[in-house]
């Protein structure tokens, strides 16, 4: 047997999946898309079960919804369970009164009912189960009440199976009398439904019979027809919660309370702005920057303990270097990131099951709409300057595909901590005084390229419209411990996973073309490896920002792949000293890096900062945008304006220095 698990955004599908199944699940994505698609079984039983994305209807307009009633509609499905919020059923049964038209049982789980006793809502289950003709079980995911009921109705097979249905007017209904008998589905009501909704998935049904019926329809009630539709649904539900639904309408909830303060007019930015300076204090200000050097010395011992022991055993020195310099070196650039992950990721889960998140997203909306992003824009770029890696992933939280794709691909533009390194190299020697100045101008830079680009990106790519924002808020709650750990210990692994496979390929073979020449002996002077081979043809990209063909600072840019503070390592190493920042006089002061100047200084760390992130980032880019195409997309759009900003900033630097 198979069930679908449906409902909307925080109906609490994914915390009765979990309860329902324990750890046998599976977790992937939907095909084509990022939208996560888990898989289960239930304890103790043989039921297959799906979590299905959030919805609130199973309309054509998004990702999430498409997914769901294709699904719904083309597979074989035995059973849906419906899950519904029991603190806003009107919004819930929209969604269930379409599910109610597919010829397929339906259970709803009424979920949430700890918080709907608190307040006091009451519901007349026998009457509801009656006007829906289905069963209702009361539960609550969170509190596990109820749960094993659920499960044991489920197997027993003993509930309601909606046969029972009439819901629209007269009209409607006999319109939908006639189309079903000319359609060839199992889902008849479903689809003539559909079809007079004109909704395009099922416009491939509609033959000369029913266009007649249609149009006729059309005729008669001189309004869309889809919305004609959503009318009825909505009279019909309030009808079925004015019998069935008792709620105590006086007195603010804790929420309204607690949105007064939060949502104030004056006191909503100030709050936001304090807690999000704890967030980048605690993540990528100074505990976050504790954490990695703590890892960084555990490296650092583990690459020398590593080292001597190789060194003991008599391995040759190539697999020394590999497993040192290579493996260790470049899987550790990554691994320095994880506990300052680790504190990101659990506030940022902090953050979203209280409900805060949803009110940022809320009341920055408008700001970000003008651009064409969306308020949830914000946290993968406060994110992203500790790390582009999970600020990219928190992008999932954006519902609508268009704004996540940007966001996804514009906010490796945020310098995120490595890239410090450079600023600090590069200012600090050619601005002396007014580094902090060029500092801070980098920053401001990043934020105009990101404004320009979502601006040209909304209205000359992807035109179209701008997404709408659900208004209705989700509860303030107190977070559950189990629901953080799960959350965090996920995208921890998912981090981990990535470091030990795309970070360790591409670090072995950087450190393949670095050590080799192409006579595949090693240990060569750096200037006849393979690198350099490809650093001297790169140089001609190089050219019209530095002005100089130089091998040495392109191969160091590119190595800005493996890791961003590689190309600061790399330099030092080049230049024939060892790579310490605070040695930036001797680096230029080398004959090979002797050619920089103020203006090639700055273009060069535009350059590095716009170009194509980190592989750690390029790969959560490919993992979030969810196919190889729009990554390599992503990767050239930020390189070429990487390479075009960085030439202009020269060639005006340039011109600025000779007038002055
Ligand atoms: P989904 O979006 O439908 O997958 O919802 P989740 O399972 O992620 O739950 C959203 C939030 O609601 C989480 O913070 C849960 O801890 C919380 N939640 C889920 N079920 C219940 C419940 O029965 N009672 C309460 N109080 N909270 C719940
Ligand atoms: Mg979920």
């Known amino acids: 047997m198979r069930i679908a698990l449906v409902g909307n955004q925080n109906s609490g599908k994914t915390t009765l999946f979990n309860l329902l199944t324990g750890t046998n699940q599976k977790v992937g994505n939907w095909p084509g898309v990022t939208v996560e698609r888990k898989i289960g079984i239930i304890r103790g039983t043989d039921f297959e079960i ?5 919805i609130y209807s199973l309309s054509p307009y998004s990702v999430e919804e498409n997914i769901s009633r294709r699904f719904l509609f083309e597979e074989q499905v035995d059973l849906i369970l419906n899950v519904i919020d029991a603190t806003s059923v009107e919004r819930s049964l929209y969604l269930t009164t379409q599910l109610l038209e597919l010829k397929v049982p339906v259970i709803i789980a009424l979920n949430m009912m700890d918080i709907a006793d608190k307040r006091g809502i009451k519901f007349d289950l026998e009457t509801l189960e009656k006007r829906l003709d289905t069963t209702i079980l009361p539960i609550s995911a969170l509190k596990k009440t109820n749960v094993f009921n659920l499960i044991q109705t489920i197997k027993i097979g003993d509930y309601r199976r909606n046969l029972y249905q009439h819901i629209y007017d007269h009209e409607l209904e006999e319109a939908i009398k006639r189309i079903e008998p000319l359609v060839e589905t199992k889902h008849a009501r479903f689809l003539a439904v559909k079809v007079i909704e004109r909704d395009v998935l099922f416009q491939s049904y509609v033959t000369d019979a029913i266009e007649k019926i249609v149009s006729e329809l059309e005729k008669k009630y001189l309004r869309d027809m889809e919305q004609v539709i959503a009318d009825e649904r909505y009279r019909y539900i309030e009808m079925v919660r004015d019998e069935a639904v008792e709620a105590k309408k006086d007195l603010l909830t804790t929420t309204d309370k607690l949105d007064n303060i939060f949502l104030n007019r004056y006191l ?16 990528a200000g100074p505990v976050g920057g504790w954490t990695v050097e703590v890892v960084d010395g555990l490296i650092g011992g583990l690459g020398e303990w590593m080292n001597s022991f190789l060194v003991n055993v008599g391995a040759s020195p190539w697999a020394v270097s590999l497993v040192v310099d290579g493996m260790i070196a470049g899987v550790g650039a990554m691994m320095n990131f994880l506990p300052q992950l680790i504190i990101l990721f659990i506030l940022i889960s902090l953050l979203e099951t209280t409900g805060y998140m949803a009110r940022i997203a809320f009341f920055l909306d408008r700001i970000f709409q003008k651009v064409g992003l969306s308020g949830k824009s914000l946290i993968p770029f406060i994110v992203g300057s500790g790390c582009s890696v999970p600020a990219i992933m928190s992008a999932r939280t954006i519902n609508d595909e268009t704004e996540k794709k940007m966001t996804i691909m514009l906010t490796p533009f945020i310098p995120c901590s490595a890239k410090l390194p450079i600023i600090t190299l590069f200012a600090g020697y050619f601005f002396g005084d007014r580094s902090g100045l060029v500092s801070a101008s980098l ?7 990101i404004l320009s680009s979502a601006y040209v990106m909304k209205h000359v790519l992807f035109k179209g419209k701008t997404s709408s924002f659900i208004l209705e808020l ?14 965090v210990l996920t995208k921890a692994w998912s981090f981990i996973e990535r470091a030990g496979s795309v970070i360790l390929l591409a670090s072995i073979v950087v450190w393949f073309l670095i050590s080799f020449n192409f006579k595949l002996q090693y240990g060569v002077d750096i200037d006849s490896s393979m690198l350099a ?17 130089s091998w040495a600072a392109s191969v160091s840019a590119i190595q800005g792949l493996v890791a961003k503070e590689q190309v600061v390592g790399s330099m030092a190493i080049i230049a024939g000293y060892t ?4 040695e930036g006089n001797l680096i230029f002061n080398s004959g090979i890096f002797g050619f920089f100047t103020a203006s090639s200084a700055y273009a060069f760390m535009v350059f590095n900062l716009f170009s194509a ?9 490919r993992q979030e945008l969810g196919t190889t195409k729009r990554m390599w997309k992503a990767v050239l759009f930020q390189t070429g304006l990487a390479w075009i900003l960085a030439v202009l900033v020269f060639n005006i630097g ?5 007038i002055l």
Do not use: N, Q, T, W
């Open 613 to 621: 992130p980190c592989f750690g980032a390029i790969g959560a880019m």
């Open 50 to 54: 799906i979590d299905l994305p959030g």
């Open 654 to 658: 340039r011109l600025i220095e000779v």
């Open 474 to 487: 989700p509860e303030y709650k107190l977070p559950s411990f189990r629901y953080i750990a799960y959350d």
């Open 268 to 283: 909503a930015i100030p709050i936001f702005m304090l807690i999000m300076f704890g967030v980048y204090y605690l993540a």
């Open 443 to 449: 920053y401001f830079f990043a934020i105009i390229i």
């Open 579 to 582: 790579s310490d920042v605070g």
């Open 533 to 549: 081979f490809f650093g001297k043809i790169l140089s001609y990209v190089f050219y019209p920002m530095l002005g100089e063909l």
